[in-house]
């Protein structure tokens, strides 16, 4: 009789251990997801004021630049895209496209000496700017995040706990060639009072 009882102690701490040991490893992982997506919701904040300030900007500009209907195309698809996306994934392969995108409106800006004096067109590029450093300081953070989350979720005995609940791990934003490539349009030139320097555009249409 003794035996048994002491049987059924043994067991009872047993599971209580071994049900510890999953709700802690499970808490574990709500906390690691719920970071991922806190930071997210950071970027994704930037990415929309992106959007809604370079949806102004090709409105101050598109008057003045009539044949240049290409590159406000491939504007109002990568916003159109952004607002459609619904998963991170989506909505960072939608801002990779707005990166591309913003690289073809600066450099065909840059042709047009006239608009950039324009002080709304100056206001909205400072605005872009500020956006930009704002984007690639949460993004930084976010990618910090999702590293450590999905070194998480995939290191063992984690792994065997994040497959059993369904934690996959989280996508990282990162930057494309063409964002690298993306030219820094500056206007000291212009408020300085000097002429502003007019590159042309890398495979497109000179004016």
Not at 3 to 30: F, H, K, R, S
Not at 117 to 142: C, F, K, P
Request: aromatic letters at 6%.
């Amino acid at each position: 009789m003794r035996g048994a009882v002491i049987a059924v102690i043994v067991l009872a701490v047993l599971i209580l251990g071994l049900g510890g040991c999953v709700a802690g490893n499970y808490n574990q992982l709500v906390r690691g997801k719920t970071e991922v997506d806190t930071r997210w919701a950071q970027v994704e904040n930037q990415l929309k004021r992106r959007a809604d300030l370079i949806g102004n900007l090709v409105n101050a500009v598109k008057g003045g630049m009539i044949q240049e209907q290409e590159v406000f195309g491939r504007i109002a698809d990568a916003r159109s895209a952004m607002a459609g996306a619904r998963t991170p994934a989506q909505s960072i392969q939608a801002a990779q496209g707005m990166d591309s995108a913003i690289g073809r409106l600066l450099v065909v800006i840059e042709n047009y000496p006239q608009l950039k004096s324009e002080e709304s067109v100056q206001q909205l590029m400072d605005e872009i700017a500020g956006t930009e450093n704002r984007l690639a300081t949460e993004r930084m953070r976010y990618n910090d995040t999702v590293k450590e989350y999905n070194v998480l979720v995939r290191s063992f005995p984690m792994n065997l706990f994040a497959g059993f609940f369904h934690y996959e791990p989280a996508q990282l934003y990162q930057a494309t060639e063409a964002e690298h490539a993306t030219p820094k349009v500056d206007f000291s030139d212009v408020r300085g009072g000097a002429a502003p320097a007019t590159p042309a555009p890398a495979g497109g249409t000179t004016k």
